[in-house]
């Protein structure tokens, strides 16, 4: 990893991953953690959380590795042609939106919170979900899920009741080339993506510290 740090006295950081292809804004620089989940078509993928506090608010950044389903599709020891078959890999990816969606929904119910609202999004126009929950203790979560390149990113903000809304959070992502540009689409009434603009990321904003890992 190498990290481009200029300072970090100030407030926030603008966290870019080159790996996992996205930049976003967080208060601090974030700590990794790694997990296995379970698809929708049941096959183990990797996941890497970043996440923070600041103050008594936490946000968190999963990304979900589906760059190698086909091969963990065809690897599994419990093969069918239900499971396995040849195309399967790639509905199992593309289910990958409503099976967060699903997760979240059974987490909430489990933990007595509450959705109150569910919706289509896009970021850069790649589309995506979005949910905002109270939960049990009168704080409100904010999530956005949004599927590209074969990499799931869940974003979740959450902050006590009575603060500020911290849905800003969501909507602070970039999505990322494999040489660290900008990428934004235009899709049709179908969904489908008919042009790409790349550009280089934006100057930081004042206040803000922008961190590069490779």
């Known amino acids: 990893m190498t990290f481009s740090i200029p300072c970090l006295a100030q407030d926030w950081v603008e966290y870019v991953h080159r790996k996992d292809l996205f930049a976003i804004t967080f208060p601090s620089v974030p700590q990794i953690d790694e997990e296995i989940r379970i698809s929708a078509h049941g096959v183990s993928v990797p996941a890497r959380i970043y996440s923070t506090q600041k103050n008594s608010n936490s946000y968190s950044l999963t990304v979900i590795d589906y760059t190698d389903a086909q091969k963990r599709h065809q690897e599994r020891d419990d093969q069918t042609d239900a499971s396995s078959g040849p195309r399967v890999w790639i509905m199992d990816v593309r289910a990958s939106v409503m099976h967060a969606a699903q997760n979240i929904r059974k987490r909430t119910n489990q933990e007595g919170g509450v959705i109150l609202y569910e919706g289509w999004a896009d970021m850069d126009k ?12 009168q704080s409100r979560t904010y999530i956005g ?7 799931l990113y869940i974003l979740e903000a959450t902050a006590p009741q009575n603060y500020p809304p911290v849905s800003w959070f969501q909507q602070s992502i970039q999505f990322l080339n494999d040489e660290g540009m900008r990428i934004r689409y235009t899709i049709d009434p179908d969904g489908q993506r008919t042009d790409i603009r790349i550009v280089p990321l934006a100057d930081v904003h004042e206040g803000t510290v922008r961190v590069v890992v490779e």
């Open 145 to 151: 899920i949004h599927l590209n390149n074969s990499r």
């Open 126 to 137: 790649i589309e995506g979900h979005q949910l905002q929950i109270i939960n049990s203790d």
